[in-house]
Each structure stands twice: as structure tokens, then as C-alpha cells.
């Protein structure tokens, strides 16, 4: 039986390209660089925001020019990471679903830590308890330190336990750490990669995530 579900952030409960999009380019104006298209931006997410980045700046680039992109687009995200970002559409039901079935609820974000925890605070209040992004303490997922941390903050056990992601990283992350994947479509990688990866539990909604619970055991 699942007693705990351990959320992604980005591209799973929350929608944050926008924000991201509109950082990563400012950040590359600043500095000179062509703007990169929303479906670039896109490939380039999940692995946390030093890999966007990378992936975005033009190569060659030495590593005096990728801290000054990198402090201009953290020095934009934070003033603007509320922009634009909200959580996807049933998710706020979902977790009221969940709540009500005594399912604990936590995320493990490849974000930096300070703005998951401000994220959760803001938007999911009183779902949420445990939030951690990457930090000094918490290596990037598909890394399982981050996971395995919350897990011992919620009480859990690895084996009553689920990992809910959109991506590659999360798919590896659940893997790594000895949970159960259960794939989203609606965030920022589509239905025919998780079929790729051959992911068993795939949600088209939010409240798919109830019945795949069921059928887990």
C-alpha cells in the first residue's frame, strides 16, 4: 500500500517554463548571446539551473563568462520566478485527494533549494511539508540523496513510497532511489518518451494518479 508520494517540481506540479524561459534569455541578452526558442529551453531543463545554463550558452565559453550569464539569470529568476509560474490545472485537487487518504506529500526538486521551499511555501500551503532542492547538502537528482533525505523527514519507507516526475531525470531519480515511477504528460516531456523508457505507470491527468495509486502494491 502507498502511503507517500514524493512530487518533482518543475513540469509536474508546477508550470515554471515561462519564468524559466524569460530568465534564461534575459540572462543571454545581458551577456550578448542569441536568445534561445521555447522548445530549446525546454530540451534543456531538468537536470537544475547550472545545466540550463550550459546547455543554453553558446560553447567555447570560459568559465569567468558562464558565472557572470549564470549570476544575471539567478539575479532575473528570483525577482521574476512568480511571474508566470502556477501549479498545472488539478493538481491542487490532487493533493487535496491525497490529503484526505492520509498520503504524505513531499517534493524533491533539481531547483535550487531556497526557491523550492519558497515555491511550496507560496503556492502549495499545507501540502507540502518537506521541500528540498539542490544544495551544498543535496546532489542534483537522478542523484537519490534528495529523495532518500525526504523520505526520512516524512517517516517513510522507500518501499511504500512513489516517485511522481515528467522526465528522463526523474524516471533514473525513481530508479536510483528504489520507488515506484509514476510519469506525468503534462509537463515538459511527452507520453512516447516514457513509453521509451518503458515506465509502467503513465497519468494523463492529475487524478489518474489516484486510480495508478490504487493498483500499486
Known amino acids: ?14 508550470n515554471t517554463i515561462d519564468d524559466l524561459y524569460n530568465s534564461v534569455n534575459f540572462a543571454l541578452a545581458e551577456c550578448g548571446y542569441p536568445k534561445r526558442s521555447m522548445k530549446e529551453v525546454l530540451s534543456f531543463v531538468g537536470n537544475g539551473v547550472k545545466v540550463l545554463i550550459d546547455r543554453a550558452m553558446p560553447k567555447g565559453y570560459t568559465a569567468e ?18 511571474d508566470n509560474t502556477c501549479p498545472y490545472d488539478g493538481i491542487l485537487e490532487l493533493m487535496q485527494a491525497l490529503q484526505a487518504k492520509g498520503i504524505k506529500m513531499s517534493v524533491v526538486s533539481n531547483k535550487f533549494d531556497a526557491g523550492v521551499k519558497e515555491l511550496a511555501e507560496k503556492l502549495f500551503t499545507g501540502y507540502l511539508p518537506v521541500a528540498i532542492g539542490e544544495s551544498e547538502k543535496v546532489q542534483p537528482k537522478p542523484n537519490p540523496s534528495g529523495v532518500w ?31 515506484t515511477f509514476i510519469a506525468v504528460t503534462w509537463g515538459f516531456r511527452p507520453r512516447e518518451l516514457h513509453e521509451g523508457l518503458g515506465v509502467k505507470y503513465i497519468a494523463e491527468k492529475p487524478m489518474d494518479i489516484v486510480k495508478i495509486l490504487e493498483k500499486i502494491k
Do not use: Q, R
Request: negative net charge.
Open 149 to 179: 533525505y525526504a523520505l526520512e523527514l516524512m517517516g517513510a519507507k522507500s518501499e511504500e513510497s512513489v516517485y511522481i516526475g515528467d522526465s528522463e531525470v526523474d524516471f533514473e531519480t525513481a530508479k536510483n532511489s528504489g520507488l
Open 1 to 14: 500500500m502507498i502511503k507517500n508520494v514524493v512530487f518533482d517540481m518543475d513540469g509536474t506540479i508546477l
Open 65 to 82: 563568462e558562464f558565472d557572470i550569464c549564470f549570476k544575471k539569470f539567478m539575479g532575473h529568476y528570483n525577482l521574476h520566478k512568480n
